[in-house]
């Protein structure tokens, strides 16, 4: 979590809509919420036109590694609202949407998840 991110301005406005939102969250919620403010407030924040296309933003597809099981996944980062994970539609405020966002194609990223710490790899990012 100590790396800085890089946000468009626009999800930097979907991001903050979200979190005005989520006010009378339950306890559980909460850190989530926290977890992404910090991320928020962290970010490096530039023009749409200016955001490298590896970068996870809202609605990217994103092939993330597992660099302790080896195992790779894809998932779509998205809206609390549009949150599918059967189909893969993980939410910006679940810990790993909010681990993922803003980093780049080939960064690790360390999170703390429910079943513990993991380190994973970002293989691919495609943008919508």
Not at 23 to 38: K, M
């Amino acid at each position: 979590m100590g790396r800085r991110i890089v946000l468009s301005t626009p999800d930097v406005a979907r991001l903050r809509a979200i979190l005005g939102s989520r006010q009378g969250s339950s306890l559980r919620d909460r850190s989530h919420i926290e977890d992404l403010q910090g991320e928020v407030e962290r970010a490096s924040v530039v023009a749409v036109d200016d955001l490298a296309a590896d970068v996870v933003t809202l609605r990217s597809q994103v092939r993330v590694r597992d660099m302790q099981t080896g195992e790779s996944r894809q998932y779509t980062v998205v809206s609390p609202l549009q949150a599918d994970l059967a189909s893969g539609h993980i939410s910006v405020l679940a810990p790993l949407g909010t681990a993922l966002l803003g980093y780049r194609e080939g960064d690790e990223v360390y999170w703390q998840m429910p079943g513990g710490p993991r380190r994973l790899q970002i293989e691919k990012v495609m943008q919508p």
